[in-house]
């Protein structure tokens, strides 16, 4: 599946957040990427803020643009808060579960676990990150790649009662998806009104 490879500290600082997790150079760097990152300071206009916030909610959860469309359709079609359907929606990606449960330190590194089939819901192998995972739903590690570096040195020291959404057991590295999670308990730092502005205009 196509996806974005580029230079991920320079979108970070374009947004001037973390959104890849952790990065010594957005650190010292906290100004736009470019050669005049440091020195000019546009003024961005509505449309430009309401883009920037759809493009900063695709780069994080690893969302190609059509994709992304498709989702805001969808969860413009469901009754409740748009915005926030969305964000359950992209939360309850595989990928993104396998994320937030520290099966992977990153989405990227979720997403590949996923696609080389390491990943197993319902103990059946599952390698569409896309895939949509629903409440009592048991996401886990096949049998043969437990013992995978990648995965342990992830898990080792995982805090995994920070999303109360999510439950984990150590022993059989498996997890459930108790419930959708309420947007109060996402931790990501998008405003998802902006985004259904921009898809309304």
């Excluded at 359950?88 to 990153?106: H, K, W, Y």
């Excluded at 996923?114 to 995972?133: A, F, L, Q």
């Excluded at 020291?157 to 999303?163: A, L, P």
């Amino acid at each position: 599946m196509a996806r974005y490879t580029g230079p991920k500290t320079r979108i970070a600082r374009k947004f001037g957040e973390a959104i890849f997790g952790a990065d010594k150079i957005l650190a010292k760097k906290n100004y736009p990427p470019g050669q005049h990152g440091n020195t000019r300071r546009r003024k961005v206009s509505e449309y430009g803020v309401m883009l920037a916030e759809k493009q900063k909610a695709k780069y994080t959860y690893g969302v190609l643009e059509k994709q992304f469309r498709n989702m805001f359709k969808k969860a413009a079609g469901m009754s409740g808060i748009t915005g926030e359907i969305l964000l359950q929606s992209l939360e309850c990606r595989l990928d993104n579960i396998v994320f937030r449960m520290g099966i992977a330190p990153t989405r990227a590194a979720a997403r590949q676990l996923v696609s080389h089939r390491h990943i197993v819901v319902d103990g059946k192998v599952v390698n569409i990150p896309s895939y949509s995972v629903k409440p009592g739903q048991l996401v886990g590690v096949r049998e043969k790649s437990k013992s995978l570096e990648v995965i342990s040195n992830s898990l080792a020291g995982f805090n995994h009662s920070k999303y109360p959404w999510l439950e984990w057991d150590e022993n059989t590295k498996t997890g459930k998806l108790l419930h959708i999670p309420a947007r109060a308990d996402i931790p990501e730092n998008i405003k998802e009104h902006l985004i259904v502005e921009l898809y309304s205009k």
